[in-house]
């Protein structure tokens, strides 16, 4: 492996050190002075000045002009909001993926995308004996899974560039790895509503998935149904489309969404 960066690991024991900075405030103590936080974190309060300084030029930080102590700052809070939201997706859409999965028969997913990749955050097993298997929090790429292609459809192009890196990795034979060919697929999505995965993401596996939005309209995560291909034919795949759309803008109008 090759030797770390000149600086790194200074650079990683300040993003460390800042770290347990931000910590070490509570609701019992929101506001804490340099010296203090230096005693508590073990360093020279010249350091603790510079790291909150740092911070506070971030947003992360906010020092009270009457007395020079510091507190949280409001970029954490818009941070902690898109964490709560997207609690808040996962905790509106379990009942609903619960019918899906018993009208579909079939595994079905809650997926949100984190840069190149889709994570899942629920993933409920078909019951049949033969079904995909699934874990909770597993990431694949973006561009190949029906998930991934159902939020970057309706994503800001900055998005899109992230999860279109110059060289796409195949998962397997049928994966598309040239961009240009994924950027027509995600046209066919904002044109059908839907996305599919022909064993692009996974060989023996189809899948399709619906974008869901929230209050504001924007796409926030998707709704994800896949089979095995010996039962999830191409014909009976399409036969699902519905209730997968169906799935997803209910969850939607949960949200706030209004078409």
Same mark, same amino acid.
């Given at each position: 492996?090759?030797?770390?960066?000149?600086?790194?690991?200074?650079?990683?024991? /300040?993003?460390?050190?800042?770290?347990?900075? *931000?910590?070490?405030?509570t609701?019992?103590?929101?506001?804490?002075?340099?010296?203090?936080?230096?005693?508590?974190?073990?360093?020279?309060?010249?350091?603790?000045?510079?790291? !909150?300084s740092?911070?506070?030029?971030?947003?992360?930080?906010?020092?009270?002009?009457?007395?020079?102590?510091?507190?949280?700052?409001? !970029?954490?809070?818009?941070?902690?909001?898109?964490?709560?939201?997207?609690?808040?997706?996962?905790?509106?859409?379990?009942?609903?993926?619960?019918?899906?999965?018993?009208?579909s028969?079939?595994?079905?997913?809650?997926?949100?995308?984190?840069?190149?990749?889709i994570?899942?955050?629920y993933?409920?097993?078909?019951?049949q !004996?033969?079904r995909?298997?699934?874990?909770?929090?597993?990431?694949?790429?973006?561009?190949?899974?029906?998930?991934?292609?159902?939020? *970057?459809?309706?994503?800001?192009?900055?998005?899109?560039?992230?999860?279109? @890196?110059?060289?796409?990795?195949?998962?397997?034979?049928?994966?598309l790895?040239?961009?240009?060919?994924?950027?027509?697929?995600?046209?066919e999505?904002?044109?059908?509503?839907?996305?599919?995965?022909?064993?692009e993401?996974?060989?023996?596996q189809?899948?399709? !998935?619906? @974008?869901?939005?929230?209050?504001?309209?924007?796409?926030?995560?998707?709704?994800?149904?896949?089979?095995?291909?010996?039962?999830?034919?191409?014909?009976?795949?399409?036969?699902?489309?519905? *209730?997968?759309?169906?799935?997803?803008?209910?969850? /939607?109008?949960? *949200?706030?969404?209004?078409?």
């Open positions: 492996m090759a030797d770390a960066a000149p600086g790194s690991t200074s650079r990683l024991s /300040s993003v460390a050190a800042s770290l347990r900075l *931000l910590k070490a405030f609701a019992q103590e929101p506001e804490i002075g340099i010296s203090e936080l230096a005693r508590r974190l073990g360093l020279g309060k010249s350091t603790v000045h510079r790291l !909150a740092t911070l506070s030029a971030e947003g992360f930080l906010e020092q009270n002009p009457q007395d020079g102590r510091y507190r949280l700052g409001l !970029a954490l809070f818009s941070l902690g909001t898109l964490v709560r939201r997207r609690m808040d997706i996962a905790t509106e859409a379990l009942p609903h993926l619960h019918t899906l999965r018993e009208k028969n079939e595994t079905v997913h809650l997926a949100v995308l984190d840069g190149e990749d994570v899942y955050l993933n409920l097993e078909s019951q !004996a033969i995909i298997r699934s874990y909770l929090g597993v990431r694949k790429p973006a561009f190949c899974t029906s998930e991934g292609r159902a939020i *970057l459809a309706f994503s800001p192009a900055d998005a899109v560039a992230r999860a279109l @890196p110059p060289k796409l990795a195949a998962r397997t034979a049928a994966t790895t040239d961009a240009a060919a994924v950027r027509r697929a995600l046209d999505v904002r044109r059908a509503g839907y996305a599919v995965d022909d064993e993401s996974e060989e023996g189809r899948g399709i !998935a619906a @974008p869901v939005r929230d209050a504001s309209g924007s796409v926030v995560a998707a709704v994800g149904m896949a089979g095995p291909i010996q039962r999830l034919t191409k014909k009976s795949l399409r036969g699902m489309v519905p *209730l997968v759309m169906e799935t997803a803008d209910v969850l /939607s109008a949960r *949200l706030g969404y209004r078409a």
